[in-house]
């Protein structure tokens, strides 16, 4: 099984908790990630993998039916160690948002692209 598809997979799954949990529902979602293949097959709606495709075509569906609107934003592998997401996998509690940054100083959507 790749890390493109278990990666995807633990999204789609997250976000199937949340719709059926209540977290979600008619609401935007910003999803940030290091993966560029996540990215592109869900923008393009497409993989040329079976399994990447039955993911993305899942995550459509969830957006659809839970009234969401997903963002999928590339981001650096640089920011996503950082932030402390990367280290989550291999146990890492001490770095980014894990030893209570903010979360908003990691996603400069505030911010002008052109600067």
Not at 63 to 77: K, S, V
Request: net charge negative.
């Amino acid at each position: 099984m790749s890390s493109n598809f278990q990666e995807l997979a633990n999204l789609v799954m997250a976000l199937e908790e949340g719709l059926h949990s209540g977290d979600f529902s008619i609401c935007e979602v910003f999803i940030f990630t290091d993966n560029l293949t996540e990215e592109e097959c869900f923008y393009k709606g497409n993989s040329p993998s079976r399994r990447l495709f039955n993911l993305v075509l899942h995550l459509c569906l969830l957006e659809m039916t839970g009234q969401l609107c997903l963002h999928m934003i590339h981001i650096a592998g640089s920011q996503m160690i950082a932030q402390g997401t990367d280290g989550l996998s291999w146990g890492d509690s001490t770095s980014g948002v894990m030893a209570r940054h903010s979360m908003m100083a990691y996603i400069p959507l505030h911010e002008d692209a052109f600067v």
